[in-house]
């Protein structure tokens, strides 16, 4: 390794600029007898995979992150501990990150070797795999991680190595300020190549065509009903971990009336509150509101392959009425009534402080507004330059919230004069749908793997195509996002952000591609015997450290 050896306790403070704004549910001990509990936690969108190399949602990546572990673990402040790797170095350039493994073994017997960490990484990266979150590598800077995914290049020459089966070596080609935090995220878990290759296209479809590493084994896979969790014995911290919960189940349950229910009788321990439920119970014991990163919008279909008439999204005029039309406020204080607020751009609050040392909304200010009256101008002048009446269909996912929401805004929309016919979808057939590019509008969420800027705009260029579900070109936008990203002002702090707030600008506001609608709260209630849970607003929710009194 060439640079300046640092050590555990300096790059942890490296490991800060990967922090974020988070909150826990309590600090959780690490003595103690071991727990015979059962914690119970509702959702209300079903599991999609539990291939982390694949998954794209935030239930399946919390599901995930209970049985198998990353080279890091964000704590409950957002910020990156040892996990599989239990010290790492960074040369003095940045460029080589070596991480030194620890003592873990697979639930089959197996070492987890810096070489599982190869081929997980060679795996997200294939074009083969297709994975929708192999842009990842190019956003950390791994060397020749875009060549590889293009398919120009051979994966064997993704910029990692094994230098033996305790020492895992990374390669950049710039510095990356948050990659230790992103360690923690499943798309960069590792892969026991001998199971996957038998396990072959049943990989990751039952608890049983998984291997785990983590501090729960998967138990049962019952899809559209529940999934159990069990204490791993053969963790390797599993002496550090005697009183968290022995069981942690996630119940699908859509309607949320039902949940409460369920958790008044005491067979639920955590459960989200929306709509009216928050002013019924924000009073209890128990309730928990918490902002997340999560940031809705919609998302225009610029594809006429299957809809042609989504050209008419190709009209100024009438994307800045959609954005005038939506009134985000009322969203917030009486349609969810959950926490949520206001968008006011496509970056969330609370992601990311800048060079100004300034929350990114703060310095950058409110992009989006509700103007009914503006609306309506704009949509006479759409209106007289296309030529006819707008219609078009607007897919949401079939949760409570999704539902309601998608109404309010169908109400919006249709005061303008336009005509809007909703399409409710499960989110596994929603997602599906938007990457076949086979909508016109819809309802989307994206929570940031990261506290960067960076998490948002990278979703929006135009040779993304795995997240660019709307197929959105801008020459102006791609210029600014890549300068920011990997070119001349990469290493610039100042110009950098100053790039993304000039692109966050041109795609919501004078060029308008996607419509901001709000920011998730999370009203929740929680039993007062749990403890544990971390809520972290880049990266995933953790329930690894769940405890029960």
């Not at 230098?163 to 948050?178: A, G, R, S």
């Not at 992103?182 to 996957?196: D, E, G, V």
């Not at 607020?341 to 040392?357: F, K, Y």
């Amino acid at each position: 390794m060439s640079g300046l050896k640092k050590t555990l306790t300096s790059v942890m403070a490296l490991a800060m600029l990967a922090g974020c704004s988070s909150s826990t549910a309590a600090t959780t001990t690490t003595s103690g007898s071991t727990s015979n509990k059962t914690v119970t936690v509702a959702i209300d969108a079903d599991l999609n995979t539990m291939d982390y190399h694949i998954a794209t949602d935030g239930n399946s990546f919390i599901m995930q992150s209970m049985c198998v572990s990353g080279l890091t673990e964000l704590d409950a402040k957002g910020v990156a501990q040892p996990e599989l790797a239990e010290s790492w170095d960074v040369s003095s350039d940045g460029l080589k990150y070596t991480f030194h493994l620890a003592d873990a073994k697979w639930s089959n017997g197996d070492a987890v070797t810096a070489a599982d960490f190869v081929y997980g990484w060679q795996r997200l990266d294939d074009p083969k795999t297709a994975s929708e979150y192999a842009f990842i590598l190019d956003t950390i800077h791994v060397k020749n991680a875009a060549d590889v995914n293009a398919g120009t290049m051979d994966k064997s020459q993704l910029g990692v190595k094994a230098v033996d089966d305790k020492t895992f070596e990374v390669d950049l080609t710039l510095p990356c300020d948050f990659l230790l935090g992103l360690m923690a995220f499943p798309s960069f878990f590792p892969l026991n190549q001998k199971f996957y290759e038998k396990e072959g296209d049943q990989f990751a479809l039952s608890a049983n065509d998984m291997l785990y590493c983590g501090p729960y084994t998967m138990t049962e896979f019952s899809s559209g009903s529940q999934y159990t969790f069990t204490k791993n014995a053969d963790y390797f911290k599993a002496s550090k971990t005697s009183s968290e919960a022995q069981t942690v189940v996630f119940k699908y349950l859509q309607d949320t009336q039902s949940a409460m229910l369920d958790y008044q009788s005491g067979n639920l321990d955590v459960v989200k509150l929306q709509g009216e439920q928050v002013d019924q119970y924000k009073d209890s014991e128990g309730f928990t509101n918490k902002m997340t990163g999560y940031l809705w919008y919609l998302s225009l279909d610029f594809d006429t392959t299957n809809y042609p008439t989504n050209s008419d999204f190709s009209n100024l005029n009438l994307r800045k009425a959609m954005s005038y039309a939506i009134d985000r406020e009322t969203i917030c204080s009486s349609v969810l009534k959950d926490g949520s607020v206001a968008a006011e751009g496509i970056i969330p609050q609370q992601l990311a402080t800048g060079p100004d040392s300034k929350d990114y909304r703060e310095s950058t200010g409110k992009l989006v507004s509700y103007d009914a009256a503006k609306a309506k101008e704009y949509y006479e002048k759409a209106k007289a330059e296309l030529g006819h009446d707008v219609t078009f269909e607007l897919l949401f996912e079939d949760s409570e919230a999704s539902k309601a929401v998608a109404e309010y805004i169908q109400s919006n929309l249709e005061a303008t004069g336009m005509k809007v016919t909703l399409v409710s979808k499960p989110k596994k057939t929603r997602l599906d749908l938007m990457k076949n590019q086979n909508y016109q509008v819809a309802l989307t969420r994206w929570g940031p793997d990261y506290a960067d800027p960076e998490t948002y705009m990278d979703l929006f260029l135009s040779d993304n195509t795995a997240n660019n579900s709307g197929r959105y070109k801008s020459t102006s936008y791609d210029e600014l996002v890549n300068k920011a990203d990997a070119g001349t002002d990469a290493t610039d702090s100042a110009k950098r952000w100053k790039d993304y707030q000039d692109a966050e600008k041109i795609l919501v506001d004078t060029d308008p591609a996607v419509v901001p609608v709000y920011q998730n709260g999370g009203a929740m209630m929680i039993n007062k015997s749990v403890t544990g849970i971390e809520f972290h607003s880049a990266g995933v929710d953790s329930y690894r450290h769940i405890t029960k009194a």
